[in-house]
């Protein structure tokens, strides 16, 4: 039996009304016409580093062994940034070091990563021939990423590094019977995702209030449809993190929520404090 083709995934700030994403699939295609190419998202907003770390973190674990996951949100594209490759329990990462691996240095419970196999892009054998100023997921992390596709080994592409761009990463604070985080993430349906993890929380959610911008929750739901709909809730979303939302609507808007609120979980016999 033949050997599955292998997945490149595709995350981006470019959007679809240009023609940026299909041109490097064209190039991806042109040096390996059998592999897969998903769209993971191009509706990072515009240069947001923080947006695509925490969103190829979320998503990488769920793709085969081997995968490859190209990255291209680079403010810093044609500045002296480097262009790396790093290998990490069995996925490839193909991305600028301007710290949209961040999430994956640094997990969001504070726990280290296992160690990573870091190479700068250096080998002009795996790029294309003329590298643009501008468009640098073209000419160099398309067609890195489709030759390690062709399982060039990631030695070949270029020399070690060892020390990456770090993107600070927010992480809870827990004192005595006290969670502190903020929320890290607003989705399409407005609900506000936070940096609190379900094991942070050890499993005593029912003897704590969840606060937030003046919004207090004392319950965590087990489903949006515990809630009445246009109430504001507290869930455990799909990532493992607590979620504040509201049921048929947006927490966002509803609650004036943005990324970076202080999210304050407490025992509900301590005192209450302003946040």
Same mark, same amino acid.
């Given at each position: 039996m033949?050997?599955?083709p292998r997945i490149i995934t595709l995350t981006t700030d470019f959007g679809t009304s240009d023609a940026y994403v299909g041109t490097m699939k064209g190039v991806i295609l042109g040096i390996n016409p059998s592999v897969r190419v998903v769209d993971l998202t191009h509706a990072i907003p515009p240069q947001d580093i923080h947006e695509a770390a925490f969103t190829i973190h979320s998503a990488y674990r769920y793709f085969p062994k081997g995968t490859i996951h190209t990255v291209v949100v680079d403010p810093g594209v044609g500045s002296h940034r480097q262009a790396i490759v790093c290998e990490i329990n069995g996925a490839f990462f193909v991305c600028p070091d301007n710290g949209v691996?961040?999430?994956?240095l640094q997990d969001i419970?504070?726990?280290?990563?296992?160690?990573?196999?870091?190479?700068?892009?250096?080998?002009?054998?795996?790029?294309?021939?003329?590298?643009?100023?501008? *468009?640098?997921?073209?000419?160099? *992390?398309?067609?890195?990423a489709a030759h390690l596709s062709r399982d060039v080994p990631i030695a070949d592409i270029g020399p070690p590094v060892e020390n990456l761009v770090q993107l600070p990463i927010p992480i809870p604070e827990v004192s005595g019977g006290m969670i502190t985080g903020q929320i890290v993430k607003i989705d399409r349906f407005g609900n506000a995702i936070t940096n609190i993890s379900e094991s942070a929380l050890a499993g005593e959610v029912s003897g704590y209030e969840i606060n937030v911008r003046g919004t207090r929750l004392t319950r965590l739901?087990?489903?949006?449809?515990?809630?009445?709909?246009?109430?504001?809730?507290?869930i455990i979303g799909s990532f493992g993190l607590l979620e504040i939302a509201i049921n048929g609507g947006?927490?966002?808007n509803r609650l004036g929520l943005k990324r970076g609120d202080t999210v304050v979980i407490r025992k509900a016999h301590e005192p209450h404090q302003k946040i």
């Open positions: 033949n050997e599955s691996l961040g999430y994956l419970d504070g726990s280290p990563l296992p160690r990573m196999n870091v190479v700068a892009i250096q080998n002009p054998a795996y790029c294309l021939p003329e590298i643009s100023n501008t *468009f640098h997921g073209r000419d160099i *992390f398309a067609p890195v739901n087990r489903s949006y449809a515990e809630s009445a709909v246009g109430e504001p809730l507290a947006s927490a966002e």
